[in-house]
């Protein structure tokens, strides 16, 4: 079941870039890639995209390190063959591999509450596919491990077919591959978990790209006030074109930032989304939401031992605090509705878009995030 056009055998020589080890820069290798198993997809990667994620496990700070590896999670690609019992793709098929899945069977999954399905929930540490415990990748003969259940960086990758989101054939693939991961995680916390009313003011904390996609939620929900919070200045301009309408540096006040946000919104907001996995952030973006109504969302990621106090008469006065995953959405069910928004130029993906380079030149993508200067570079894969 291959896609026209493609004459090679059952497990193709194609070309990925691969990390031999921690913080070294990737490297363009001829990699082989075997043919899907039960439940499982392989398909062509046409454009990819450099997330914070695979940054930091590149990097390989505070986890275990597995090498070699290759990295990618935000994606889109076609469908080129399918394995034993998939149903609902066929080659041709288009589809956005999430670094996340939906099994659709477990609790979870027949939950409308969540969507952190039990089978194939993120994990950073397994390198191989669930079906036999082994990678679908290798170099003469030696295993080139899997990330996330993804692995975009390469022209060809396996997907447990749980992972793969069919969407629009008609949706750019070169604008929608930033669905996979960032993007939808910040949009989904304001709009599937904080839900400002129109009319609302929300505080950002952290205007990265997923903060700046939350920016973008509260402008979609019609926030009146959208207030951005950074210790990085710079980012205060492009901010703007999310729709944020004001700006807070904490290192500009001498009180904690949750008062001065308090001070400017009569009491505080009515809901705030936390994207930067800072501990002081998390308290700070709970703390300056408004009593009996205000709600605060944290989205990042904090290191594996930290923790954080709050009095507990910040919930006794009503305050509510709440966290989510990838914004609460299921990936197969709820991401084609998110490219329709997309289509329905009801949200805008362009400005996220800073820069775009080939995968010969991947590690510039690299650079850029590292300086601190792209949102999102698009990696074109041929």
């Keep these: 079941m291959l896609l026209s056009g493609l004459s090679w055998g059952s497990s193709p020589c194609i070309v990925a870039a691969v990390a031999w080890e921690a913080g070294k820069p990737l490297v363009i290798e001829e990699v082989e890639v075997a ?45 080129e063959s399918v394995g034993e019992g998939v149903t609902g793709l066929v080659p041709g098929d288009h589809v956005l591999p999430v670094f996340t899945g939906e099994c659709k069977e477990c609790r979870h999954c027949k939950s409308k509450e969540s969507n952190m399905c039990d089978l194939l929930r993120i994990n950073t540490d397994r390198g191989v596919m669930l079906n036999d415990g082994q990678s679908r990748f290798s170099i003469k003969g030696k295993p080139i491990y899997h990330f996330v259940g993804t692995s975009t960086f390469s022209e060809y990758t396996v997907v447990h077919v749980g992972c793969l989101a069919k969407i629009n054939p008609a949706a750019p693939l ?41 920016a973008e939620g509260a402008r979609i929900a019609g926030a009146s006030r959208i207030i951005g919070v950074d210790l990085n200045p710079k980012r205060f301009h492009e901010a ?8 807070v540096n904490p290192k500009d006040y001498d009180k904690p930032v949750q008062q001065v946000i308090a001070d400017m919104t009569n009491g505080g907001v009515d809901r705030s989304v ?16 408004h009593d009996g109504w205000g ?3 944290l989205v990042g990621v904090p290191n594996k031992d930290d923790s954080f106090k709050s009095h507990p008469m910040n919930f006794l006065n009503e305050r ?18 998110v490219v329709e928004m997309y289509m329905r130029k009801e949200l805008e993906l362009e400005k996220f ?16 995030m590292l300086n601190g200067e792209s949102l999102r570079c698009i990696i074109k894969m041929e």
């Excluded at 904080?194 to 904390?205: C, E, L, M, Y």
Aim: with cysteine; aromatic share 10%; charged share 20%.
């Design 35 to 79: 043919p899907p198993q039960a439940n499982e997809v392989r398909l062509k990667v046409l454009y990819t995209a450099l997330c914070h994620t695979d940054v930091y496990f590149w990097e390989a700070k505070g986890q275990t390190p597995v090498f070699p590896r290759i990295f990618g999670h935000e994606a889109a690609g076609i469908v």
């Design 174 to 214: 070169d604008k929608v591959c930033i669905l996979s991961c960032g993007v939808s995680t910040g949009l989904g916390a304001t709009l599937n978990v904080a839900k400002p009313a129109k009319g609302s003011t929300v505080a950002i904390f952290g205007l990265g790209a997923v903060g700046l996609s939350a």
């Design 240 to 247: 703007k074109k999310f729709g944020v309408t004001e700006f």
């Design 274 to 289: 936390e994207c930067t996995g800072n501990i002081n952030a998390m308290i700070s973006a709970f703390e300056c939401v």
């Design 295 to 297: 709600v605060a969302v």
């Design 320 to 337: 509510t605090l709440k966290g989510t995953f990838f914004g609460n959405y299921k990936p197969r069910t709820d991401l084609p509705e």
């Design 353 to 368: 878009i800073t820069h775009e380079v080939t995968l010969s030149d991947i590690n510039k993508a690299f650079d850029y």
